[in-house]
């Protein structure tokens, strides 16, 4: 059973940055490619961010381009969001989570087969 465990959230003001952390338990970590996605109140589960296996490919959603980096520790079992230049937009729940589907950079949730329980990110304005 694999298990995922996301860290790092926080209240912070717009402009601010936070670094999400997901450790995820397992041997096989380093043969896994990673999402984040994220979820506000009253709204579907949006991708975010996608890594593969080793790090070097990644995919991200329009709306975190250039503000947001997704990178991973395959020597710690851990992934992380760097994320900075916060706004408002960006308040939501955040998941990490295992791609069992066939392309790494997937952003349909139903690719995605374990999950964390989430860290909550607030950013004021």
């Known amino acids: 059973q694999v298990q995922l465990v996301e860290s790092g959230g926080g209240l912070v003001q717009a402009g601010d940055s936070l670094r999400l952390s997901c450790a995820v338990s397992?041997?096989?970590?380093?043969?896994?490619?990673m999402g984040w996605f994220r979820q506000a109140p009253g709204k579907e589960r949006d991708f975010v961010a996608a890594?593969?296996?080793?790090?070097?490919?990644?995919n991200y959603a329009d709306s975190v381009k250039g503000r947001f980096t997704i990178s991973r520790d395959n020597a710690k079992n851990t992934m992380y969001l760097q994320m900075n230049s916060l706004k408002p937009e960006d308040t939501a729940l955040y998941y990490c989570?295992?791609?069992?589907?066939?392309?790494?950079?997937?952003?349909?949730?139903?690719?995605?087969?374990?999950w964390g329980q989430g860290t909550q990110v607030t950013v004021s304005s």
């Open positions: 989570a295992v791609n069992v589907g066939s392309l790494y950079y997937s952003s349909r949730a139903s690719d995605y087969r374990y």
């Open positions: 397992g041997r096989t970590f380093s043969t896994y490619n």
């Open positions: 890594i593969n296996w080793s790090g070097n490919n990644k």
